[in-house]
């Protein structure tokens, strides 16, 4: 189990609300949701995918296969099964230098927090979208992550808790200039 | 008739193509004449020689023709001449371009090191999967394999707690041998001298490497521990042509090493292993080299001339003979010291020819095992490796190379050559004359020191052979699935001697009817067989929902296990064997799968 107070490694206080930066694996973090960076073809797939099958059971992917696809910068929930989380939002970020990363991606976190904020989630955990297989630079994520999130905490709705779960120093970086950076 | 326009992906390779150029790449791309001397060195080649698409050069072309058409001026002024009229222009292209650079090269270096202009053409292959994979296109067991290291930390998708677990069996396993615990494997500890970092095949498929390593470290009287993350020596961005997953897979192993403060990482028997984490990945990662690393192959040599650990050769008297990696020997210059090991272990060592840098591919490298639509490619390319085992007469393969484990493990099923496959690891623990280790011959002054009331001698512990367990599977109920009987009967009588309720299926649709019907606690499946394939039931097991929850163990002698390992459709199975296999190893294997199961359900 992560205790997140433990690992947040950056803070950012935005009225009541906080963006947390926090070291760990997203798939075993005790937290109301998280995002899972999905495929078009609803497939969780292997990496994150692969734990949250192995921790989490069937049911999730069962979920996912109601809903068939889940086109670019678009997100649905499914229920997190036996995982510590419950809830997991799948959104599907840009991937493989396709065109308009930065678009893509922006339309993907928001998707992500719309649908959190459909859901009644306050809490909610993002892994760096599509920085490590898909190629996702790391600044253009860590810039475009954090003014969205930012932007959203900073126009009210229920969402209080955002987190940010990174994994390596690559990641701790980019994040952190961005975070301890301002708006 | 025009040209169609560039795609973006096109463009994104011919981005990224840029950022790879240097002096020595450039050199490469510029100094091939098509001589035509690496034809002879490329197993693709020899197996396909009717096939001009086999030949290094023209693998080479198809980047050259990028760079061409980019970046040099004879591209310009004679496209014609230099291909660069012909460089991809369409996705379509790049599929092509795919089954080339991937499914017909496993990036050896043998053309490499034989070229008389000194071309690269292996980094030439690799630098075209990095520019596929930078924009998606690559077979799916490299995708799947891929992300699994970007994200869990190693390329078999193991969870922290399986390896830890893992860990554990292994130790309490040493335990049973030992007759005591000295011999733990010790996790995280700070300020060990050593780090030992393995291949995550060890984990899933192979723990007793893991055993057999601990044993020697214990024996030794090392200082040593395994690390609870930054584990995996292996890195597949050496073989996807990914640098950035090189380099972030390569720094989880530094940065767990200086956060321990060893004095140095032990790679285990693991050849792109070694290769990526002591040669590559410094250089991918950016980071300093700050402390030693070595082989294990080296740790277990100078253990022997130290002194630390004794070894009796007549303990392997079958004959063996070595088979070099192509990573440690060819790519790091490192291939007399295990023959030194080997010497001191066995008693009966044949070279085969040709050796050294100079050995061909055991056809399983480049990462050539994720890739299970390229199998019937590999199998027949792996005719010259046959034929250079089998003038061996050698009854055991040794390689210091789980890859290359592999790739023989499939050729000699294959090419009936009716050798195994062993490791050094395996043999030097096998070898190993406890009694006379250091850390036997030191405990006389270490017992004395706490326990001075006892003689030293009587202190000493003494290898005993563990209390066989009355019926480890009592209790347990297990399906056994195999389409011959034979086979299925030798499986019902050892799980039924060990206690169990068994049941049997001859083919996957009665597997599957068996399953929801006896609910078992464990499935042993064969995945050749007949009618519904085993490779078909288990991915249907793992979608349903009143199966999915069942430990699967393959057991198989057949390549297309690689299929459910590496392509991965569904989760992998919990546990696999090669046949034949032995008794002890299959009820010890089966019993701990299930009480792990149980163990995570809790």
Redesign the interface.
Known sequence: MIGIRRNVMVERAIGSKRLRMVRGDITDLEVEAFVFDITEDAKLGSGFGGAIQQRGGIVIQKELDTHGSVPTGEAVVTQAGALKAEHIIHVNGPKFREEDEAGKLERAVSSALKVAEEKGIKQLAFPPIGTGMYQVPMDLCAKVMVDVISRHLANGGGLEDVLIVVQDPREIGPFTAKLEGGA | MSKPAKT??IK?MEEQLARKLNRQVVGSLVGCVHCGMCNECCHYVLSHPDDPKMTPSYKADQVRKLFKANHDWTGSVFPWWVGADKAPLTDDDLDKLKDIAFGTCTNCRRCTINCPMGVDTATLNRIMRGLLT???VMPEGV??????Q????NQM?V??EDYLDTLEWMSEELEEDLGHGEAAIPVDKPGARVMYAINPREVKYDPRTIKEAALIFWAAGEDWTMPSEGWDNTNFGLFSGDD??G??SA??EY?KARELGVDKIVISECGHGYRSTRCEGVNWSGDAQAFPMESSVITMLNYIKEGKIVVDPTKNPKRVTFHDSCNNARSCGFYEEPRELLRLVTTDFQEMYPNRAENFCCTGGGGAMSMSEYTPRRLKSAQIKANQIRETGAEIVVTSCHNCVDGLSDLIKHYKLGCEVKQLVDLVADALVLEECYVMKSRPVAVAAVASEEPAAAARPVPVAAPAAAAPLAGRKVLVVDDEEDIRTFLVTVFEDAGAEVEQAADGNECLAKARTFKPDLISLDLSMPGKSGVDAFVEL??T?ET??IPVCVVTGHPEFRQVIYD?P??PPEGYLNKPVDEDKLVSYVAHIIEHREAKAN
């Open positions: 973006h992906k994104m930078h924009v998606g995708r799947v394999v891929s992300k699994d970007w994200e869990l930390g998708g969870l922290k950035g997953l380099g972030a720094k989880r940065d793992r979608r929902e999915q929850e991965r569904v989760p």
